[in-house]
């Protein structure tokens, strides 16, 4: 039988429990029996699961109030041009003259824009959510560098020739055999994020520059623009979810590339770093894959 004294606080244990004030710091292991030390355990156990669950329910709660409130803005500006072209539409059947036709074509333009933001965000949000909930596994093994170089520019060259960039590689790139352990497939989904950033940002028949180093345990990817680049105190912001720096906030982009680029590096034992000097012209984003 167990004594009055065991049975109290058992039962303590369990109304603490499930008031939210059970913590093991309370129970003073040497003064607990057998019996008592096997309670505090599995109610120790149970008290963190629940911490976690509720985390988790946090985190999931915040991101579709993200989703919610980066959604809203391209989509209203398509309510808003679509709008404006069907008022355009009927005046010009009543006036037909150029300007109208001007003014069509300039909100037709400005909706397909807008549309491709918001395809772009929803795909961005989707694959993110696949990450971190692990329905997608990255699977780190062998792989090319220099392959996975070749199809990320391959992937941004169109857009890279409107504004008249080009890229230039390092003799290294062509020429010497670089290898490390990634997944090709997402690892090169992270690399175009960081190269389309390049793009954006350069200014008009600029040059982008990519070159690869190594350390004894990294292989690196350095992709060196001639825009802007980066804050002292952007650079420390620059890898959150939907954060736009000052200087770009009125330019096309939702602020996930570079959130979606950390994490597909830190799956596969990889990293991301900024180079901020403003001393230097242009920005540098140094991705680094373990050998």
């Known amino acids: 039988m167990f004594s009055n004294k ?19 710091s309370n129970y003073d292991e040497s003064k607990l029996s057998r019996l008592e030390s096997k309670w505090k355990d599995f109610l120790g156990t149970s008290v963190l699961s629940n911490q976690n669950l509720e985390a988790e329910r946090h985190r999931l709660e915040q991101f579709i109030s993200d989703i919610s409130h980066q959604t809203k803005t391209p989509m209203t500006n398509i309510r808003m041009y679509t709008e404006l072209m069907c008022e355009e539409v009927d005046n010009l059947r009543e006036h037909e003259n150029e300007a109208s036709v001007v003014k069509i074509k300039k909100y037709a333009e400005e909706i397909a824009r807008q549309n491709e933001r918001l395809e772009f965000l929803i795909d961005s949000l989707t694959k993110l959510s696949r990450l971190e909930s692990g329905t997608l596994e990255v699977v780190a093994g062998p792989s090319s560098i220099n392959e996975l170089v070749k199809s990320g520019i391959a992937a941004v060259k169109p857009k890279a020739e409107k504004k008249g960039l080009s890229f230039v590689t390092s003799d290294r790139e ?20 960081v190269l389309d950033n390049a793009v954006k940002y350069s200014p008009e028949c600029g040059r982008i520059e990519v070159a690869l180093t190594e350390t004894e345990m990294y292989a690196a990817i350095h992709v060196i623009d001639e825009g802007s680049g980066i ?8 890898f959150g979810r939907f954060f736009r720096g000052s200087e770009v906030q009125q330019d096309d982009g939702v602020g996930i590339g570079l959130y979606l680029t950390r994490e597909i590096l830190s799956k596969e034992d990889g990293y991301i770093k900024v180079v901020s000097n403003d001393k230097r012209k242009g920005g540098e984003f140094i991705l680094y894959l373990r050998k």
Do not use: C, H, Y
């Open 6 to 24: 065991i049975v109290e606080r058992l039962d303590q244990m369990l109304d603490d429990a499930m008031n939210g004030t059970f913590t093991e």
């Open 174 to 193: 062509d020429k010497d055999p670089v290898t490390a352990s990634f997944d090709m497939k997402w690892t090169l989904e992270a690399l175009i994020n």
């Open 231 to 238: 804050s002292e105190e952007d650079a420390t912001k620059i």
